[in-house]
């Protein structure tokens, strides 16, 4: 087996995105477009994964490590950017004579591993494999021409063909398969006397067919899977056809969603049986939806774990970023809830409208259902938390936990100022503040007491 090392173009500025943003940092599907072809290239088992940068380089450069965090990637900056041939002679130096050179662009994030596992194969080691398409409109496309035995024999850039030329249909999809040590001296032969001034990567057909190297050339049947990305409206496009199939794959594993056409994954998703996904809901990060799951309308999740059972009601926001949220199997989250990072919630565990929960451990059976705030706290079982209480977790310089054990019941209104532990079974009056441990199965109360005035006269109003 011949060692496959990929070479990713990114140099390029991507003037149509019009955007401060490098061209191949613009996610789709939640990830930088160029983080697609990295994934894909690792996929294909590259040996190295050289990215020749240029616009944005150190942008690039960070998300591509970060996103990639142990791996071996190499850059190279090519600066100015003469084309594409002058873009991968940048990487010639970091890459060994002994194996199969793959050219990807950072631009082209959809393009498959087993698509480039067979053009690989049709390189042999010693051919020159270019994957090519044939789509509706190939104006702006290199044309493939082939000569009358069908031997292909030159691509030609659209700005420098010749009406002929112009009127083939087959064209290069960008993506080429080369033994290294061959492509290492066509690279070498490049010259820029073209309609561009620029160094083509595509004139090595030239040199190859020159050498009387054999040139394959294999059409693709999918254009998504060769679309190159250049202005928003092409990435929104893409976007969609990509969504759309990841719907499908979901649905062939019996997800119900309920209109594919509003999902939106931006990252992992694992499901268990009879998972059921109402409209427009935006999964992200790693997400695992147990058996049974429902989530409903507009519901944004990532970074997650919902039990078996659970159901997220409309609306609810659960963003666990890089500590994680867990639900519990049974739950009732939502409408309306948040769940923040660290969040740990047991079985049966209910959440109402406008109650957020950050850092914290609910036991089973515990249940906060409307307008309260649970931060930091170490919370037990059945624990019944009442409406517009919260956990004063922050004294403005440092963060204190709450201890609220088994079977407590916070009235409404309730202030627990951190640290603090109230004792299993105890009742906190409505509109408490707390500021001291309380005693296990006490009614603590920490108000002012009520009291009325009789007949009491209110001020009225002076008339001059
Ligand atoms: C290229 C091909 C064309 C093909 C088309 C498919 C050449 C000369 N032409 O044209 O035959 O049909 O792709 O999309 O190769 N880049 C650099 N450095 C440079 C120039 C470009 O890194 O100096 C990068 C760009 O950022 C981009 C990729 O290379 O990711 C392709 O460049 P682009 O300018 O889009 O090439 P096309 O003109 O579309
Ligand atoms: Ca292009």
Redesign the pocket.
Known sequence: MTAIDVVV??????TRMKSSMP??LHPLAGRAMVQHVALTAAQLGARHRVF?I?HGAEQVEQALKQANPGQELSFVR?EP???????VMQAMPLLPDDGVVVVL????PLIRADTLAQLVQSCAGRQLALLTVVPPDPA???RVVRDAGGQVCA?V?QKDATPEQSAITE????IMAAPAALLRGWLARLDNSNAQT?Y???DVVKHAVAEGVSVQATPSDDLTEVA?L?SPAQLAELERIYQRRQAERLMEQGVRLIDPARFDLRGEVQCGSDVQIDINAIIEGRVVLGDGVSIGAHCVLSNCEIGAGAQILPYTHIDGEALGVRVGPGARIGPYARLRPGSDLGAEVHIGNFVEVKNSRMGAGSKANHLAYVGDTEMGRNVNYGAGSITANYDGANKHTTVIEDRVHVGSNCVIVAPVRLGAGGTIGGGSTITKDTPAEALTVARGKQISVANWKRPTKKTS
């Open positions: 173009m990114a140099a390029g500025k991507g061209k191949v020749v240029g090519q950017q003469l084309g594409t041939g002058h873009a662009s950072g631009d082209v702006g496309y290199g691509i850039e064209v290069y999809s960008g620029e083509y990567l595509t190159g250049n």
